[in-house]
């Protein structure tokens, strides 16, 4: 049998950036109903890949590192409610250019890999929880500008009920 990992790729906040998050989340997320999402496994998606054969990873982080990165913030402004995967979620008001150029440009390696991209339109968020109960949006008080200069091929492994995600190289 071929061992497959669960794969994406991310923006994955540094310690500090994870930090400045929750102190600006806290307040709000609290009184979202659901399955809190640990700030460690907090995340920005840009591609994902799914069940992927553990043969092919090498093959990924290859692709991936031809990939140029521009500098990029993000000003996360807004905590929304979306109701078909029942998340609730930070968002940045607006999507940089840099921002959707590195997703196209990763979805590029998933086709030229062998893989198909998602076909839904990309909306960059970080979940902060899961299986939530319909909450009403709220604009944050104090907008946060994170910066970001790389991304990571990040493996979902499910534990105990749970999932934990863990970066495999930037």
């Known amino acids: 049998m071929t061992e497959t990992k669960r794969l994406f790729f991310a ?14 989340v806290t307040a709000h997320a609290k009184n979202v109903e659901g399955k809190t999402v640990r700030p460690g496994n907090w995340h920005l998606t840009l591609a994902f890949i799914g069940q992927c054969p553990a043969s092919q990873v090498p093959d990924l982080l290859e692709r991936a590192a031809n990939v140029p990165v521009q ?11 979306w109701a078909r995967p029942r998340i609730a979620c930070l968002v940045p008001s607006t999507v940089p250019a840099e921002l959707e150029a590195l997703h196209k440009a990763l979805n590029s390696v ?7 991209p998602e076909q839904h339109t990309y909306r960059p968020h970080v979940t902060l929880v899961r299986a939530a109960r319909p909450c009403t949006a ?15 091929l990040v493996e979902a492994i499910r534990e105990r009920g749970d999932v934990r995600y863990l970066p495999l190289k930037q």
């Open 110 to 116: 998933l086709i030229d890999s062998g893989h198909e």
């Open 11 to 24: 923006l994955w906040p540094d310690m500090r950036q994870r930090e400045r998050l929750r102190d600006l």
């Open 71 to 81: 500098a990029l913030r993000l000003h996360f402004d807004r905590i929304e409610y």
């Open 138 to 152: 709220e604009c944050l008080a104090q907008p946060l500008a994170v910066d970001f200069e790389s991304f990571e």
